[in-house]
């Protein structure tokens, strides 16, 4: 864990309790409950709390266990107060650590539970997602397969134009299909917030030219002529996801989800109008809203059309920004969501 997120906790941790009393129980709540394998914070604090990524600020370390912002399966999580009567969780070590040999300090042999289900978006931790209008136009691209092959695969040759001379032999690049364009509601086809990328390949240089050589390692998908190829970075991309709510005003909208469905459900991968130009940071929590249905007033109005107010459908986390967009995963789905349904801050 990151310095910058270690801090983080703490200065949240030692805020939140002055809030404290904001964040309701579940009527419902137990007083204690053991942590199980496959568990994350957010399931955890969800049979604790109505607002369950509001976990860190009802969140208490015990001074005594080492890497206490770490929780592990066979750990109990209870339920305490404070003077004030405010809720706290508190968290007690459950499995014994075990001594590996030859080692003298004993470990623990575990793996520490998530904030979020990792598994439903780690296919976009790695990888580029979201490409600009510049990236686009200056990407460097594969002009042949091997033998004037116009689709390749892992373990096939392809030669590509505009790689950076002069790096190392076997850079590694990742193969990038360019898809839908991201637009805001109505836009106008210029207005364009970045590009889909969709990950195709991983591959190497062998030898760099005009056009260079390449060979693909991995592929998730066939390469074709025309696919764009970018140096292949170590993105260190945080993994912790503290939930917060954003300290500004935030208006935006869903304009895309990720695996193309009309109506997304719980565990989804959303694509948000608002990226770090907007101030989006990992971790931002947005509640999603519908537009109010439009009725006729027959009754006391004589057929005015009314607006209905708009109605809360779920709670999305954002887990990967970008310059002008955000992905963010639908944490709870009160009701089904839509393409364009606001989001604002919880």
């Not at 598994?119 to 209008?133: D, T």
């Not at 590009?195 to 260079?212: C, K, Q, R, T, W």
């Not at 059309?305 to 809360?312: E, G, I, S």
Request: aromatic fraction near 8%.
């Amino acid at each position: 864990m990151s310095k910058r997120l270690l801090l983080g906790l703490l200065l949240c941790f030692g805020v939140g309790m002055a809030v404290a009393d904001t964040v309701k129980l579940k009527a419902d709540h137990p007083d204690r409950y053991v942590v199980v394998k496959g568990d994350t914070l957010w399931d955890i604090s969800a049979r604790f709390l109505e607002s369950p990524w509001r976990w860190p600020e009802v969140w208490s370390f015990n001074p005594q266990i080492k890497n206490p912002h770490l929780i592990y399966p066979g750990d109990v999580v209870y339920l305490d107060y404070d003077a004030q009567g405010r809720p706290i969780l508190r968290v007690q070590r459950g499995a014994p650590t075990v001594k590996l040999s030859p080692k003298v300090r004993a470990e623990r042999v575990d793996t520490p539970i998530a904030t979020i289900p990792l598994n439903a978006i780690s296919q976009f931790l790695g990888q580029p997602r979201v490409l600009s209008e510049r990236e686009v136009k200056d990407a460097a691209y594969i002009i042949s397969g091997k033998d004037l092959r116009l689709v390749s695969g892992a373990g096939d040759v392809i030669y590509g134009r505009r790689l950076v001379p002069g790096q190392d032999a076997k850079s590694r690049y990742v193969v990038l299909r360019v898809g839908q364009p991201y637009r805001n509601k109505g836009a106008s086809r210029g207005d364009i917030l970045g590009y889909e990328a969709l990950h195709v390949a991983d591959a190497i240089v062998e030898e760099f030219g005009d056009p260079s050589t390449l060979r693909i390692i991995h592929s998730s998908r066939e390469a074709l002529v025309g696919d764009k190829l970018l140096p292949k970075g170590v993105e260190g991309v945080d993994q912790a996801f503290l939930p917060h709510a954003p300290d500004m005003p935030v208006e935006g909208n869903i304009i895309a989800v990720v695996d193309g469905v009309s109506r997304i459900g719980q565990y989804q991968t959303v694509v948000l109008n608002k990226g770090e130009e907007d101030g989006m940071e990992v971790g931002h929590v947005l509640a999603v809203y519908q537009s109010g249905a439009e009725v006729r007033d027959n009754i006391g109005a004589r057929g005015e059309r009314v607006t209905l107010p708009d109605v809360r459908a779920g709670i999305v986390l954002v887990f990967r920004t970008f310059d002008r967009v955000s992905y963010a995963l639908v944490m709870e789905a009160e009701k089904d969501m839509r393409v364009y349904d606001s989001v604002r801050n919880p």
